[in-house]
């Protein structure tokens, strides 16, 4: 059975951000979990969602 679900996965150039895991609709089977690719974001949320990707991503790097 396949639900959507807002799960957090490594995105892989899902709407421009590759290589860090945030929570966005995703499809979730037997199989895992897959982006729906198809999700839309206004303007001012996409913006908001790099910014919490570049976090992410400066936060990890400073880890490392």
């Given at each position: ?8 996965t ?39 969602f ?15």
């Open positions: 059975q396949h639900a959507v679900m807002p799960v957090s490594v995105l892989s150039d899902f709407q421009g951000v590759d290589g860090v895991a945030l929570s966005v609709p995703s499809v979730v089977s037997s199989a895992g979990a897959r982006p729906v690719l198809e999700t839309s974001f206004s303007a001012d949320e996409l913006a908001l790099h910014r919490s990707a570049d976090a992410l991503r400066t936060v990890a790097t400073s880890l490392r």
